[in-house]
C-alpha cells in the first residue's frame, strides 16, 4: 500500500545531474516525503526528506512542487556509486513510525 | 559515529530450527524498527518498539515470529521452527526521536537468513 508513484528506472552520465520523480497525489497534509536509496547488499541509505519548502543537504536537493503531488530528488552531480535503488516514501509522524517501501527505482549512472 | 550494527551478517540454518537475530541501534536511539527484504519483493515492516515496548506488532507475519528489547537498546528478533519462507534479509533501523517525529531511521545492513 505504497503511497508513491516511481518510474521503474532511469540511466544518468556520469558528472551529470540526475532528477528522480516522484508522485504522491494523494499525500495528506501531515505527511512527509523522505527517501532512502539501497545498493547491493546493503541496507537502505535515509538521503533526505521534506514536508513543503525544497531541502538540500551535503547528499541531495528535494523539491516539493507547491501542491505537493510530487517531487524530485536531485542529485547534483552523479557517480558510479550512486548507482542504486531510489526510494521516494510518504510517511506521517504518527504513533506507528514505519515505513512504507514500494518497488524503488533503480537508478544506473553509466561512465 | 557508529551506525546499526547487525549481527550475525549471514546465517544459515535448517529448516524447523529457532534463529536468534540480533540489533545494536545508534546509541541514545529511542525508536527501534525491524523489517524484512525477500528475494525479489520490497521492505516489508514487521515490528517497531519505542523504548522497550512494542506498540506496532502488527507486521509480524505468524506466531513463529517474536522480538524484544531490553535496557532501550539491543533487540533481539526470534524465530522458531523456520520454514523455507523465513529466508530472507533482515534489517533493522533505528531512530533519535520520540513518538509524532518526522526523524529518519537509519538502517543496519542486515541479516542475510537462509533456511536449507
Known amino acids: 500500500d505504497a503511497k508513491t508513484t516511481q518510474p521503474t528506472s532511469m540511466d544518468c552520465a556520469e558528472g551529470r545531474a540526475a532528477n528522480l520523480p516522484c508522485n504522491h497525489s494523494t499525500i495528506s497534509g501531515n505527511e512527509y516525503v523522505y527517501w532512502y536509496r539501497q545498493i547491493h547488499s546493503q541496507g537502505p541509505q535515509y538521503i533526505i526528506h521534506?514536508?513543503?519548502n525544497n531541502e538540500t543537504n551535503e547528499m541531495a536537493s528535494l523539491i516539493i512542487t507547491e501542491d505537493r503531488k510530487s517531487s524530485t530528488l536531485i542529485l547534483p552531480h552523479a557517480t558510479l556509486r550512486d548507482t542504486a535503488v531510489y526510494y521516494c516514501?510518504?510517511?506521517?509522524?504518527?504513533?506507528?513510525?514505519?515505513?512504507?517501501f514500494g518497488k524503488g527505482m533503480k537508478l544506473t549512472v553509466n561512465p | 559515529g557508529a551506525g546499526v550494527s547487525q549481527s550475525p551478517s549471514n546465517k544459515v540454518t535448517e529448516k524447523g530450527k529457532d534463529v536468534e537475530l540480533r540489533c545494536d541501534p545508534i546509541s541514545g536511539h529511542t525508536a527501534l524498527y525491524w523489517y524484512r527484504q525477500s528475494l525479489g519483493q520490497g521492505l516489508e515492516f514487521l515490528i517497531y518498539?519505542?523504548?522497550?515496548?512494542?506498540?506496532?506488532k502488527s507486521g509480524l507475519p505468524s506466531d513463529r515470529f517474536s522480538a524484544e528489547r531490553t535496557g532501550g537498546s539491543v533487540s533481539t528478533l526470534t524465530i522458531q521452527r523456520t520454514q523455507q519462507e523465513d529466508s530472507a534479509v533482515y534489517l533493522c533501523?533505528?531512530?533519535?526521536?520520540?513518538?509524532?517525529?518526522?526523524?529518519?531511521?537509519?538502517f543496519g545492513d542486515g541479516t542475510r537468513l537462509s533456511i536449507l
Open positions: 533501523a533505528s531512530s533519535p526521536a520520540a513518538v509524532y517525529s518526522n526523524q529518519p531511521q537509519h
Open positions: 521534506g514536508l513543503k
Open positions: 516514501i510518504v510517511r506521517v509522524a504518527s504513533g506507528s513510525e514505519k515505513l512504507v
Open positions: 518498539f519505542q523504548g522497550n515496548s512494542a506498540p506496532d
